[in-house]
């Protein structure tokens, strides 16, 4: 077939206008990754299944490796770059990781972070059973879960200004 | 894992985008939600060359309350069919199905339409339309034409829908105020597909199934309206003979394949255990008033 034109892709990335021409074909982790040079998300398993590309889009969480760059035209993406506080200190979940040790390889982690994020902002004292729930699309091979759980109460906790009775395992 | 290369469409309504698919022909195709298509085509197991992106058509978005009957645009996503106050109370059971559908990152973008016109049999939605006895509109270039869901299906990934044709949503018939209804789905791990699945609406008069459908998932090339296991059921107290001779009925429509989930036998085995677990919820939601 014939040369396909580049389109016009306007999108603001953690809160920054961005403009870009784009194949069509072009995914958007890769735009993220390759063409901005955010490459906090991650790509795992490339088939929507792992979530290590989760990003927030519109207040919602997309797994960006399953999405082209041109569907995200006129949308507001927020990347695990974009997460930490305007000050310099960590964003609630970034402390909540780091303190109830949320991480081993820190490959599923970006993703973890961002799907945590929304799920906190849609579920803002959310259960056990409910962060379990609202990770369950991403996965982690190193750490079993428990303590990512517990990151995420740690965040919760934080946000609505208790401290967590717990410590990591 | 890079999908081949095509022109994007991004029309404003649904006369352009039929309009779009019909001068493009074969090699066209509609995007919606895009996780069976993009999938696909980084396996290059799908190369459309022309991609008309449904994200700006106007009016497909719409959750309607027409009384009898409900109407759901063709990309409402999986989280929006969660997130409705009105299906939350009057049709309860698209909730239940839709919390079952993949994850949540995927529930953000896939849509009622992708899930059901695409024919895969082992998308959750079909069925449930079959059990809601749904019908489908298709705008195409000869006009609009209405196709009951129980008449869609054709084959694995065969449907009714013609060439130039768009799915732009669904009609569904309201059950009554405190009917009965349960989907359940057996499956590996979240986000997988059915080893089994069974969707039940029931309504009860004086403790006795007045009304019973009962539909299946990934059983068979294509969704399955259990229409005898709902005959058997009708009059009935629901009792444990009278289940297990509906779940005998259900199992007998069954043809699945053997694959990662379970030899055909254990997945038609399931099947029964799907269809009485779900009769047997939907009658306890039927005597709490739904």
Redo the contacts between chains.
Sequence with gaps: ?AE??K?AVSLVINGKKIQRFV???T?LI?FLREDIGLTGAHIGC????C?AC?VE?DG????CC???A??ANGSSVNTVEGLANADGTLHALQEGFRQMHGLQCGYCTPGMLM?AKV?LSETPDPTEEEIR??I??NLCRCTGYQNIVKSIQHAAATLNGRTLQDAAE | MIPGPFAYYRPSSVAEAVGLLVRLGDEARPLAGGHSLIPMMKLRMATPEHLVDLAGVAGLKEIRDNGATITIGATVTQAELINSELLLRRLPILRETALQVADPQIRSKGTLGGNVANGDPGNDMPALMHCLNATYLLEGPAGSRLVPARDYYQGAYFTALGQGELLTGVSIPVPPLGHGYAYEKLKRKIGDYATAAAAVVLTLVDGRVATASIALTNVAATPLFAEAAGAIVLGSTLDAATVKRAAAAAKAITDPATDGRGTAEYRREMTGVMVSRALMKAAARARIGG
Excluded at chain 1, 46 to 49: K, L
Excluded at chain 1, 60 to 63: E, G, N, W
């Design positions: 077939m396909i034109e389109l194949e069509p074909r995914l890769h490339e088939t929507g299944h979530g989760t889009i919602q969480s997309v797994k399953t999405m082209f041109i569907q799907r799920l729930y609202g369950s699309g």
